[in-house]
């Protein structure tokens, strides 16, 4: 790992791809670019992450632009969206997607980029994580198929209009317990926004709050589909049952072989 972050970040001072400094290893660096490569391994020293340091992160096969405001996309999340990529292609009529917690933008963008039929409404409780989520969607050229609200979960979305609109609701939402927020890598828990990671004191609170808040918002037969932390899955099922709103319950597991998506339908 850390000859990989070097490489990554020599790669990011030359402008260059990584495999080019295999092609170019007889290339010598100026002055500058040592002082500047050196300056940034002693930043990335201080746990700070280095996807913060280069100001972007691949996600989807896409560029996204990232800083402290946002989480950083992880390559577990690719899961869900493939998934709701699949969903949205199946169909040739426009799709309807929400977004709840849209944090870098990620999730809706690579939706919208992928299937051209996805329309996605986005929310999230940052102003300055929207402002990200924005430049994302424009970069990748999908900033028409996006609308972007300032809400605390479902607290802005109008009802009149929203009301049994969306054929998806969608969210990576926090679901870290808050005690163990202090216990993860440093990089983590002091340099990744707090909003995006605590979950309540069992990492739960999030899901309650989507399997209540969703059913007005979402068609009859809709699909509710969120990710979940380690060992979350039984949990989240419990909730959607408890709701007594949603069946079809189904999981999606990451490349580990956990559970990593929870899967539900409106009822009809």
């Known amino acids: 790992m850390p000859r990989l972050e070097a490489e990554m970040l020599l790669s990011?001072?030359?402008?260059?791809?990584?495999?080019?400094?295999?092609?170019n290893r007889h290339y010598v660096p100026s002055d500058e670019q040592n002082d500047r490569f050196f300056g940034l391994i002693k930043l990335r020293s201080t746990g700070k992450p280095i996807q913060y340091i280069m100001g972007y992160k691949e996600f989807m096969g896409l560029r996204f632009y990232v800083d402290k405001s946002v989480l950083i996309p992880r390559c577990d999340t690719e899961v869900l969206v493939e998934h709701i990529i699949k969903h949205s292609q199946s169909?040739?009529?426009?799709?309807?997607?929400?977004?709840i917690g849209t944090g870098s933008g990620c999730i809706a963008v690579s939706i919208a980029y992928y299937a051209k039929n996805a329309y996605i409404t986005a929310v999230d409780i940052s102003k300055d994580a929207l402002k990200i989520a924005r430049q994302n969607a424009q970069s990748c050229g999908v900033g028409d198929r996006i609308n972007f609200i300032h809400s605390n979960i479902f607290e802005e979305l109008n009802r009149d209009r929203y009301g049994g609109y969306f054929d998806v609701m969608v969210s990576n939402p926090p679901y870290i317990p808050t005690e163990?927020?202090?216990?993860?890598?440093?990089?983590?828990?002091?340099?990744e926004p707090q909003l995006a990671l605590d979950g309540g004191i069992d990492g739960l609170n999030f899901y309650r709050m989507l399997a209540k808040g969703a059913r007005p918002f979402l068609k009859e037969g809709g699909l509710w589909a969120v990710e979940?932390?380690?060992?979350?899955?039984?949990?989240?099922?419990?909730?959607?049952?408890?709701?007594?709103s949603y069946d079809g319950i189904s999981f999606l597991k990451d490349l580990s072989g956990i559970d990593r998506v929870v899967l539900a339908l409106l009822e009809k």
Not at 12 to 23: A, D, F, K, P, T
Not at 91 to 99: F, Q, V, Y
Not at 180 to 190: G, M
Not at 228 to 244: A, D, F, H, P, T
């Open 12 to 23: 990011y001072i030359l402008g260059w791809e990584r495999y080019e400094l295999y092609i």
């Open 91 to 99: 169909r040739k009529d426009r799709i309807n997607i929400l977004e």
């Open 180 to 191: 163990d927020i202090k216990i993860l890598e440093k990089q983590v828990s002091e340099y």
């Open 228 to 244: 979940v932390g380690y060992n979350q899955s039984s949990k989240v099922r419990e909730i959607l049952k408890n709701n007594g």
